[in-house]
């Protein structure tokens, strides 16, 4: 039993091994010691919930199998009575938040226990996952290396084995880039399928809400907790299809394109058809972004630029700011291409998967080193948008996405494969995380 998972803590609970008082102390106190990793901790409140949900379990009235099992919160979310910072020193000012946001509330509602607001890039505007402002959190044995973005405290606290699970928010990769650099499993759903109130905007038309756990499993029970409904029971899919041209990308890393042919591999021999072929929706998509720009970015420059044009812009990381202000210089006619160009391509994908899973590369690359990107702004814009090249497709087209780990290259470090689908398939995606496991072994993948 791996006692860092959310199925693993269920159980140290149910029986009887461990109590809520000592799975929340034992987090706080791994909290407190990775520095930036967290904005704010609630230490009173969850240690005063913890107790409450030990009187119980001790009563035998638990809330659910999950009362008492914290999770990490990425600072966008409303937790009542905490300020929502968003990562920028710009609202540290603000009212703290009268109620929870909707999904921490359904989770509260279950007995589970937030700790902490987790740190991300300013906005949740970077993929790299830096902050000159709090800090950039560094997963465990990798500290030379950039956690991923923007959900990096949430990514990093799963990866350090605080908190078996963390809420994040993904809006161009913002959850399947730090999962993959931090060898967990991250969440992407299509937009709508959780409550969004209570959470702090980017790009209105592509922000999700998303999830970190250290597997796929525990992907799948936290969709319905966040949801508030039983878990899916759906059939796992058996036809995948591999996205040939990702494959043939130039800036493809060798071990990230070896290791997914390999992880498709096995799935083979556990009974799936796997096909590599090019899909033209994909294709088209990464043109329609490449000719006209990203138009998360141009809905994030638009929500800024009353804050843009203040005095309070000399407070934000000025690589936030420059990223902000090419966007904001985005023509209208190009805004209004994508969106018919979205519309369209989002209904030939479903057409051209017919209920197929795909394969990606989540990241075309392992974590890069995080001091030349501290240093070198060039560099931090270039690898930044290689960074989200990938998800960003599966944002455009409103593809739910499960990150998880297909193996390390030769320097140990995780690479990942992204199983997606069309949008509003988001329990088949799930379904085939749950054949990952049972095919590769708990073990070895996430």
Known sequence: MDTGTLAGQARLLIEHIETPDMLVSKALEKARASAGVFISLMEEAALAEAAAATRRRSAGAALSDFDGIPFAVKDLFDVAGSVTSAGSRTRLAVPTAPRDSAIVANLRKLGMIPIGKTNLSEFAFSGLGLNPHFGTPTASGREDRVPGGSSSGSAVAVQRGIVPVALGTDTAGSVRVPAAFNGIA???????????????????????????????????VMDALMRGVAPANTAAPRRFIIERSMLDDPELEPAVGQNLLAFAGLLRSGGGLVESRVMPSIGRARAAIGKFGWPGGVEAATLHRGLLASKERALIDPRVVARLDIAAATPVANMIALRRIRTGLIRALRHELDGAILILPTVPHVAPLLAPLASNDELFARLNLRTLSMTMIGSFLDMPGLAVTSGTDPQGLPTSVLLTGATGFDDAVLAAGRLVLRVHGADSFS
């Open 186 to 220: 991250g969440f992407r759903p299509s937009r709508g399928r959780y409550d969004m109130r209570g959470v702090y905007p980017l790009a209105a038309s592509f922000d999700t809400v998303g999830l970190l756990a250290k597997n796929a499993e525990d992907c799948v």
